[in-house]
């Protein structure tokens, strides 16, 4: 009966891994879609990502809704716009996905943009089985 609730127990462990690194992969690609709808300046390909309530809480300190960030993302046109160092916390039905975005080009106002910025993407697994991103925040880096 030990053997048997040991080799359980090891078997439910090794379940759990595979679902967090299944997770971390989903939230990963979900973070390049995002930053490949930016290169693409289409903020429509981006809208399904993020949630209807989403906020998002940019370097300078200002905050967007999903609307305005998705009018943002049509209106920017970048060369690069890339993400690394990224690493997956999960959390149940949420997530938080923390990383490097390294983008130049020009922002929706025409500023000429060469930055690196440390973000923390917020995401909830909706009732739909879908994740959307509920919160994004960034920093700049030195």
Same mark, same amino acid.
């Given at each position: *009966?030990?053997?048997?609730?040991? =080799? ?5 462990? *090794?379940? *759990?891994?595979? $679902? ?5 992969? %989903? ?8 930053? /490949? &709808?930016?290169?693409?300046?289409? +903020?429509? &390909? ?19 809704? /999903? ?9 920017? /046109? ?17 997530? #938080? #996905? ?6 130049? +080009? %020009?922002?929706?106002?025409?500023? &000429? ?5 440390? $973000?923390?993407?917020?995401?909830? /697994? *909706? ?6 991103? =509920? ?8």
């Amino acid at each position: *009966m030990k053997r048997l609730l040991a =080799v359980a127990s090891v078997t439910l462990a *090794m379940c *759990m891994v595979v $679902f967090a690194q299944g997770v971390d992969q %989903t939230l990963m690609d979900l973070e390049r879609q995002w930053v /490949k &709808a930016a290169l693409a300046s289409n +903020g429509e &390909a981006l809208a399904p990502l993020l949630a209807a309530g989403f906020v998002s809480v940019q370097s300078d300190g200002t905050m967007q809704t /999903k609307a305005q960030y998705v009018e943002m993302t049509n209106k920017g /046109k970048w060369q690069v716009s890339d993400v690394s160092d990224m690493k997956v916390q999960v959390h149940g039905d949420s997530a #938080v #996905v923390t990383g490097v975005w390294t983008g130049k +080009g %020009t922002d929706a106002t025409g500023k &000429a943009v060469d930055a690196k910025e440390r $973000f923390a993407d917020t995401w909830v /697994k *909706m009732p739909d089985g879908k994740w959307q991103c =509920v919160v994004s925040a960034s920093a700049p880096m030195k």
